[in-house]
């Protein structure tokens, strides 16, 4: 079991946007289950997968892998957790890496982790991701015009602070 708490939070939080069993066609996941997509676990029964076993692979292959317990700024640890969950984690790690000087090889190591610990820029961190994030669903939606209608919900789920 579990005992970390911003992950428990981060976990009930995600699942907000990460709701029950999803094949949309347009989405290039796949069948998806939890946020659990097929072509990111293609080990995983995702039709039978239950809310638990999403719960261990958000925790090891996500919230662990990007290195959220090492974060102080938890806004900043949420915009990168659900990034990666959403976007992937070595995008997410890229993103987060260009904006702190880190080296951009999208894995967080002890020198990302200090860089977004010690960050002092012109806006938060946390808006600054943000609004890298924004851009990149804009992007997703400008080369593949099936993705507008997955805009409104990206964007809500990233104001999310």
Known sequence: MISDNRFIDFFH???????????DPDDPGGETKFG????SHPEEDITNLTEARAR?????????KLRIPEMKDARVAWQIFDFGVNAG????AKMIQGIVG???DGVIGPNTVGKINTYT?????????????LKYYMMLTEVRIKNLKYLKGWVLRAMEL
């Open 13 to 23: 939080r995600l699942m907000k946007y990460e709701g029950g069993y999803v094949n």
């Open 89 to 92: 984690v070595s995008r997410s």
């Open 102 to 104: 880190a080296k951009t």
């Open 121 to 133: 820029g012109r806006y938060p961190l946390y808006i600054e991701f943000l609004s890298e994030r």
């Open 36 to 39: 659990i997509s097929k072509r």
């Open 56 to 64: 261990e692979i958000y925790y090891h292959d996500y919230y662990m």
